[in-house]
């Protein structure tokens, strides 16, 4: 290929037509020269020294490379051989020597006695690391991933290697091979300081290698093999050859592993994805490379005359087009080799197309929709949601959380689920895409948790699955989240719920656990329990309180219906905020009237802090505390209001501003205000949280519900309440305690119940088994054996269930007083009638196996089969709930027959008894000889339908097969329907707003707490976790002042003090009346279903009306709740039976109202109260004759089980008919004399 500078064709080719063409275009004054050699045509400029003879050197770069590559492949070999053969050698001398050995004993034997010469030594030490070995070790230090140095150096190779590769690119463009000058051209400067580098590198990497023969045949090694010598070659030559530079392009092939040194890829689907790509990529740009290669240069035994100008990405959609076996054929080989290549190419190129691009889509596809991160937004706050995430749980979640009521709530919400959302709920999270996020993972998995930003968030709330088969498993889930989110960030707040009551226990082995920094567990089972517990000691009430902590809308009925005013009060929730400094100074009582005339408000409680040396620093919650507490500044008031605008007036509110003011949407910020906002008072309130929330103190205690310290009781009080021989409560004196009992001791068989005066009693059915989840009974007990109820008025409690159940449950109830077990059935009508459930102020339906049936809608078939077997029983000869329904009510202490028209009367029937949290009821007492019109008595048959129930149910829909007489549709929500308005029936959905509503306010779940559990406290809740069961404790002046607590009551107004009111007086006037004469805050009333007709009614029904407004017309029938405080004088005696005016003005001074007693009504109380005792001590021995004495709580006479009945005459009955309520003359517990 040899062509001439003057032009003339080339001797013996068939081109020359070709070449004279070409020369005949150029310029003979232009100091390019073209050189032809046999048609190949080398373009050179004068500048640049090249061949003038035109003569290709490409097989000098190609040289370059394979000696290199073979040259050090042979050598390699030849190491390899001399070092078989000389291990070969010294293997046989070894062995020879030991013949010998073997062959010669003796003179073995002697040469080791013998002296050893100098060169024989002995085993030598370890041989000391040599320098050859120190060089490798940092070789491979240098090239490792595993330090940093090595994790830089191996990112740098790749990096240039890249680059190395878009030099390729950039020089594509320009012939196959040309003349360059080294010091002139920039691009052959950076490629070669490129190689330099590589070659380093590659120096490391061998040095490095353990088998050296294996190192020199990878691909990197291949790579910088045909890449590197080129390069030097071409500074010697003054020529560039594009060659083989396009193997760059398999260092692609390591993209993966440089983003997994970066830490970038850290899945096992996105390293897959990356290395698939990597491959194909690498692969389709070096097989474009070849093709470029030989396509521009030709076949060499054709002279290079077959050759066609391609550009390298005219190359690359060739081979795309060709993997994908379109092939439009307007770009194609037309060299031998090309062609060639392309054989094979098809084979593995489509093979590869067809593999690796469904999987690459596959893995795109299946990428985590929600596997991104959160981006905190300025000057907004967010909280993780995890747990059980549904589309149940995240839309009553968010229905709560999200109400307008709560006044611009300005957090985002970001839920975290290693599940991706259905349609459904992805569908509700896009209707709430503003301010709800979701993310796909888990708590469990840091990674995760840094995804949402766990450690900015304001608070992690888990939710449980209150429907699973297993809780405890359910409860240990959620607990090892608590763990894990602790783990990684100490200091987050954490509200979860818990299904179970023992496993609460378990978050206080987390160190980080503090429930003083705002961490609550809600115990469904717990609270469950004690809502229920309450409507056993005043129907309706779990209702109430349930619809206070629910963010309820206001929903507007014009028609003159129950629903019209049940709806009202439903919109009412509890706030909290910060009085105002007008109110410093005043009484409690004082401050709520004001706030209840003056602003609409509703102050039930306030956070006090004592100003006692020893509890200065300790903050506590009073409930209706009396007249002896006063305001102080920044005091922290619990409210009950329509939304958490209207709590703000009393924030604002001013006396010099204010005062004169009679619409209360006036009352805003005033100026006297804004100049405290500018000059701040050191004694100023703290900044509260959200709908003025603010979280607890370290110093704030929950416990605290007492109305004095301990130091504050009278001395005498103190020595008359205090016996230090007698346990007679817990050792925190927050319940009532007894010895511990066998379960055999306080089973009844069915005769023996039928024998025995049960009336006035909680009948609890349950349904369960061995095997059955526990559902913590003691929860449900320890509200009605609060310690603010003295001992006479505790209800009997009566479990009728499955024996096997019940004896898993009895190492929890074996402390608590006045229980008793029928082992039964609660479909048995027998059982039934054998604990005169006629005649038991509440009956409780529970079932233990509800969430073992995957059917939802058959859950609740056992409670519902049970109520609807109880509601179709009939009595004779009884008395049911009917004539107390019908009839006034007044609280025990309040008879009509008071001389002086005394406000305050004697007992009728058996006091009051507690609710679970603190709070007493007083049950409904009849009237005798004086019905109210609206109800007929003269059936002779009491129907079941007029017993006091409540249902416990899982699912809210079954609500509708409970009233058999509703109208409530289906798809009614629960608290609309009529059983729940009513007080008959209790789902644990309901709970559900707990958690939005202890976020904004923990100060609400502590106030609850109190109100339904009892008393329980973190340190009661330590305690159990000790040791699993109340411990007694003898009565000091520390735990008696524990029992002053709060009560809860239901007042009557068909007679008494507030008779006058209750025939259409104002709600407004009652509230003053009965805050100012007895220290009563009401805050609802319980009025019967049909009381708003003007016809006769059979109807029984009540229903809940919370807080109404001043100006709502009262009405005989109604039971009105308020909140009293606790009578230390009650317990003194037991109730008087009598209705003389002497005993019942005796017994007045023990009633629930004795704070209420003008001073001169008190002087002669030494005496009455002893008159008082000798009349009872005579009624009580008059009836021991008919009490059958089936067990005591007596230390002296333990369990006697002597059974003495006397019939019940006609006459008797009749009598009982007349003054019986819904609670039995004759109690069938015998009970202490005296206690405190």
Known sequence: ???????????????????????????????????????????????????????????????SSMVTFFGGLFIILIWRTLKYLWTVCCHCNIKSKEAQKVSNPANNQAADKGPKGPDEKEEAPAS??????????????????????????????????????????IDSSDPIESCQNFYKDFTLQIDMAFNVFFLLYFGLRFIAANDKLWFWLEVNSVVDFFTVPPVFVSVYLNRSWLGLRFLRALRLIQFSEILQFLNILKTSNSIKLVNLCSIFISTWLTAAGFIHLVENSGDPWENFENSQSLSYWECVYLLMVTMSTVGYGDVYAKTTLGRLFMVFFILGGLAMFASYVPEIIELIGNRKKYGGSYSAVNGRKHIVVCGHITLESVSNFLKDFLHKDRDDVNVEIVFLHNISPNLELEALFKRHFTQVEFYQGSVLNPHDLARVKIESADACLILANKYCADPDAEDASNIMRVIS??????????????????????????????????????????????????????????????????????????EDTWQKYYLEGVANEMYTEYLSSAFVGLSFPTVCELCYVKLKLLLIAIEYKSEQRESRSRKRILINPGNHVKMQEGTLGFFIASDAKEVKRAFFYCKACHDDISDPKRIKKCGCKRLEDEHPSTLSPKKKQRNGGMRNSPNCSPKMMSRHDPLLIPGNEQIENMDMNVKRYDSTGMFHWCPSKEIEKVILTRSEASMTVLSGHVVVCIFGDGTSALVGLRNLVMPLRASNFHYHELKPIVFVGSLDYLRREWETLHNFPKVSILPGTPLSRADLRAVNINLCDMCVILSANQNNIEDASLQDKECILASLNIKSMQFDDSIGVLQANSQGFTPPGMDRSSPDSSPVHSFVRQASVTTGSNIPIITELAKPGKLLPLVSLSQEKKSGTNIQMITELVNDSNVQFLDQDDDDDPDTELYLTQPFACGTAFAVSVLDSLMSATYFNDNILTLIRTLVTGGATPELEALLAEENALRGGYSTPQTLANRDRCRVAQLALYDGPFADLGDGGCYGDLFCKALKTYNMLCFGIYRLRDAHLSAPSQCTKRYVITNPPYEFELVPTDLIFCL?????????????????????????????????????????????????????????????????????????????????????????????????????LIPPIREVEDEC
């Open 1 to 63: 290929m040899l062509a001439e500078a003057d032009g003339t064709a080339p001797h013996g080719s068939d081109g020359s037509m070709r070449t004279s063409n070409i020369n005949s275009n150029i310029n003979p004054d232009s100091s390019i020269l073209i050189s032809k050699m046999e048609d190949v045509v080398i373009p050179f400029s004068s500048e640049v020294p090249c061949d003038n003879n035109g003569q290709r050197m490409w097989w000098a770069f190609l040289a």
């Open 128 to 169: 000391e690391v040599g320098w050859m070995t120190s060089v490798k070790d940092w070789a491979g230090v240098m090239i490792s991933a595993q330090t940093l140095t090595g994790r830089v150096l191996v990112v740098l190779v790749f990096a240039l290697s890249i680059g190395a590769l878009g030099i390729y690119f």
């Open 1124 to 1224: 009293m405080q606790f009578d230390h004088n009650a317990g003194q005696s037991r109730t008087s039976l009598s209705h003389s005016s002497h005993s019942s003005h005796s017994s007045s001074k023990k009633s629930s109202s004795v704070h209420s007693i003008p001073p001169t009504s008190r002087q002669n109380r030494s005496s009455k109260t002893r008159e008082a005792r000798d009349k009872q001590n005579a009624t009580r021995m008059n009836r021991m004759g008919q009490e059958k004495k089936w067990f005591t709580d007596e230390p002296d006479n333990a369990y006697p089980r002597n059974i003495q009945i006397k019939p019940m005459s006609t006459h008797m009955a009749n009598q009982v008919n007349q003054y019986k309520s819904t609670s039995s």
């Open 485 to 558: 989110i602790k783990n990684y960030h100490p200091k987050i707040r954490i509200i979860t719920q818990m299904l179970q009551y023992h496993n609460k226990a378990h978050l206080l082995n987390i160190p980080s656990w503090n429930w003083k920094e705002g961490d609550d567990a809600i115990c469904l089972a717990e609270l469950k329990a004690g809502f229920i517990a309450q409507s056993c000691l005043a129907q309706g009430l779990s209702t109430m309180l349930a619809n206070l902590f629910s963010m309820r809308s206001f929903i507007e009925i014009e």
